[in-house]
């Protein structure tokens, strides 16, 4: 599968160089599992793309044109990823919004990535990033598109053995993955990070909570350190695209994929292969 985009419902492969996504970061996005030309948990991504537009002042974009848009790009497409880009659109010089700019919507078809066939079974080995979040409420838990604290990050290995760096923020707080989120579980209670201050509010962190809930499993979202995660029986990461990862170690400290680990890619598969929660 090559790369293909859209940008206004329109085939392109450039935007204007004045697109405050580009000079200024002014923008969000969403990237989304596709599975035979079906976009997984379309409705979610949305309203999390709603509410990023909101928060950042952005006006809402029509999610039945994007639903739309991305139909007819993914007609006859099989396994690939979807991401979706919005921007605030082109104008002004300097950080003040012009008013009545028009919104960018860039929808681009990927390639399904490489990941390793081990992963979901076996687990990734994990380290500690030395790079840390900055706090901004104001930011935390929207997918917006400065990404460098995480681009900085993930520029501390190139070791193939390694599958994801873990991110603490400047009180050294566990917050999540470069690409993923993070739960610990000890003695049967699932743990994850406080997401108040930074971090990404995930769309597979979200469904994983309500299946916790859904099963009866004590869940907590609360405050994590690195004392934590020593003292956790299990971990694992998920996102969109990878679903659940188990650690095998972070660091020199092993893990074992566990029973609460297993239940949950059971189900999460479970819910997968059904199916409805994709966008026809």
């Not at 490489?114 to 079974?121: D, H, K, Q, V």
């Not at 470069?178 to 971090?199: A, H, K, Q, Y």
Request: glycine share 10%.
């Amino acid at each position: 599968m090559q790369l293909t985009t859209r940008i206004n419902g329109v085939a392109a492969d450039c935007v204007d160089a004045a697109d405050r996504g580009l000079l200024y970061g002014d923008g969000l996005f969403e990237t989304m599992a596709v599975r035979n030309g079906r976009v997984s948990s379309w409705s979610r991504h949305m309203a999390r793309l709603l509410a990023g537009c909101e928060r950042l002042g952005i006006p809402a974009v029509d999610t039945g044109q994007l639903a739309h848009e991305a139909g007819e790009l993914l007609a006859g497409a099989g396994r690939g990823v979807l991401k979706l880009i919005v921007t605030r659109g082109s104008g002004g010089r300097g950080y003040g919004v012009p008013e009545k700019l028009l919104p960018r919507r860039i929808l681009q078809l990927h390639p399904w990535p490489g990941f390793p066939p081990t992963a979901r079974e076996s687990g990734v080995a994990v380290r500690l990033c030395t790079t840390r979040l900055c706090h901004n409420p104001q930011l935390a838990g929207i997918k917006h598109l400065n990404r460098l604290e995480q681009v900085l990050a993930r520029r501390e290995w190139d070791d193939p053995l390694i599958g994801e760096g873990l991110l603490l923020d400047v009180d050294g707080r566990l917050v999540e993955g470069t690409m993923s989120n993070l739960f610990l579980v000890r003695e049967e209670i699932l743990l994850t990070p406080d997401l108040s201050c930074c971090g990404v509010a995930g769309i597979m962190r979200s469904i994983i909570l309500e299946q916790a809930e859904r099963q009866s499993l004590r869940a907590e979202i609360r405050a994590l350190d690195s004392a934590d995660l020593l003292a956790a029986d299990e971990v694992f990461l998920c996102n969109s695209l990878i679903g659940i990862w188990p650690v095998s170690a972070v660091d020199d400290r092993p893990y074992r994929k566990g029973a609460v680990t297993t239940r949950l890619q059971q189900l999460l598969q479970a819910e997968e292969d059904d199916g409805s929660a994709w966008l026809p």
